[in-house]
């Protein structure tokens, strides 16, 4: 146990390697390294691979035999989303296209069921694609990920503006 001004943390557990909590930390570390690109790539990997094999640690069948909620279904449908987004930007950065396609269509299916597909929510993910068209030279395909960003962020900043206009008048 650790004492630091009268607080507890006991370490069994709480944030050891598998804690689902650190996940997160995972996804902002590999991309991280994938932004940083050459030798970091590999670190990326082994990040990516430890956060999945976290999640399926943590969704497993000894977990939920033994009482542990597998999971607040949403918030691992969110890791899951996440992981596959960051696998599909890890596989752009190493040139496999066709593998970073897959994930990122994985991605934003998970992200599609939790938020819609209009959400801004999915813009990231809308944009992440379209780099990829782009480098295979696929313009329409391109084009089209593009307008759709573009169509989502006037439809939010709109909705945003309007909303903001009606509350000043009340």
């Given at each position: 146990t650790y004492y630091n001004k009268?607080?507890?943390?006991?370490r069994k557990g709480d944030f050891d390697e598998a804690a689902v909590e650190l996940l997160p930390a995972y996804f902002i570390l590999a991309e991280a390294n994938v932004i940083m690109g050459g030798q970091r790539l590999k670190k990326a990997e082994q990040l990516l691979i430890a956060a999945y094999w976290n999640l399926l640690k943590y969704t497993s069948d000894d977990n939920k035999a033994a009482g542990v909620d597998g999971?607040?279904?949403?918030?691992?449908?969110?890791?899951?989303?996440?992981?596959?987004?960051?696998?599909?930007?890890?596989?752009?950065?190493?040139?496999?296209?066709?593998?970073?396609?897959?994930?990122?269509?994985?991605?934003i299916y998970l992200e599609c069921l939790e938020y819609g597909p209009e959400s801004i929510?999915?813009?990231?993910?809308?944009?992440?694609?379209?780099?990829?068209?782009?480098?295979?030279?696929?313009?329409?395909?391109?084009?089209?990920f593009y307008?759709?960003?573009?169509?989502?962020?006037?439809?939010?900043?709109?909705?945003n503006e309007f909303s903001e206009e009606e509350q000043t008048k009340d």
């Open positions: 009268g607080i507890s943390l006991d999971a607040m279904s949403k918030e691992v449908a969110r890791y899951r989303a996440s992981l596959h987004k960051t696998f599909g930007r890890l596989f752009t950065a190493q040139d496999r296209l066709n593998d970073a396609i897959k994930e990122l269509a994985q991605g929510q999915l813009c990231s993910s809308y944009y992440y694609l379209a780099s990829i068209f782009h480098k295979q030279g696929k313009k329409e395909e391109t084009k089209s307008q759709k960003i573009v169509e989502i962020w006037k439809k939010h900043i709109l909705e």
